[in-house]
């Protein structure tokens, strides 16, 4: 003869529940109804913007598998391109301004926070990011900036344009010496 012991079932039935994020409020009425339940709400562990859902109505879903893509929008990532070039001039905290059309005479002012260590192919450009607050959520995810970076170049030596005289093959100016610029 098999013998249940029922408390242990009860147990296990409960960390079950706990493992899929079902609340213990949820558990509380389920065994108060005294009723089995086909179906559960559950809630997500953070706030935010549902993205993308896989899930629908009548879908049985497995551990691990992904219902929803959920995006917390109150900061946002831009995402700018630097030409190779000018990469060994960047750096992780450069200050930057950044400002979109969408806002007129609005500027957002951030650091980059992270340079990606690989470049576009097709562009010879690097990405860099920058973090900005989303105050009332008035930006949207894959909106257009225009992004401004101070660097400091030091001290450069700076003619006007029509000081220099193109030959063809040289460039001079009055103040060089037979010797390209």
């Known amino acids: 003869m098999i013998t249940f012991d029922l408390e242990a079932m009860i147990?296990?039935?409960?960390?079950?529940?706990?493992?899929?994020?079902?609340?213990?409020e949820q558990i509380g009425e389920l065994e108060a109804e005294g009723k089995p339940k086909m179906t559960f709400a559950l809630l997500s562990?953070?706030?935010?913007?549902?993205?993308q859902k896989t899930a629908v109505?009548?879908?049985?879903?497995?551990?691990?598998?992904?219902?929803?893509?959920?995006?917390?929008?109150?900061k946002l990532w831009v995402i700018s391109?630097?030409?190779v070039?000018?990469?060994?001039?960047?750096?992780?905290?450069h200050p930057a301004k950044?400002?979109?059309?969408?806002?007129?005479?609005?500027?957002?002012?951030?650091k980059i926070d992270y340079i990606y260590p690989l470049l576009a192919g097709e562009t010879r450009t690097a990405k860099i990011r920058?973090?900005?607050?989303?105050?009332?959520?008035?930006?949207?995810p894959q909106m257009f900036t225009n992004v401004e970076i101070k660097i400091?170049?030091?001290?450069?030596?700076?003619?006007?344009?029509?000081?220099?005289?193109?030959?063809?093959?040289?460039?001079?100016?009055?103040?060089?010496r037979e010797r390209d610029l």
């Open 81 to 83: 391109d630097v030409y």
């Open 130 to 140: 920058f973090i900005i607050p989303n105050p009332g959520g008035q930006l949207k």
């Open 11 to 24: 147990q296990v039935a409960q960390q079950r529940m706990k493992f899929w994020d079902i609340t213990e």
């Open 57 to 74: 109505q009548g879908k049985r879903f497995e551990v691990g598998e992904k219902l929803f893509d959920l995006a917390d929008l109150s």
């Open 45 to 51: 562990p953070v706030s935010g913007f549902v993205i």
């Open 152 to 176: 400091d170049l030091g001290k450069r030596l700076v003619i006007p344009e029509d000081a220099v005289i193109d030959t063809g093959t040289k460039k001079w100016s009055m103040w060089t």
């Open 85 to 93: 070039y000018e990469l060994p001039l960047v750096k992780v905290g």
């Open 98 to 110: 950044i400002s979109l059309s969408f806002l007129p005479g609005k500027e957002f002012t951030s």
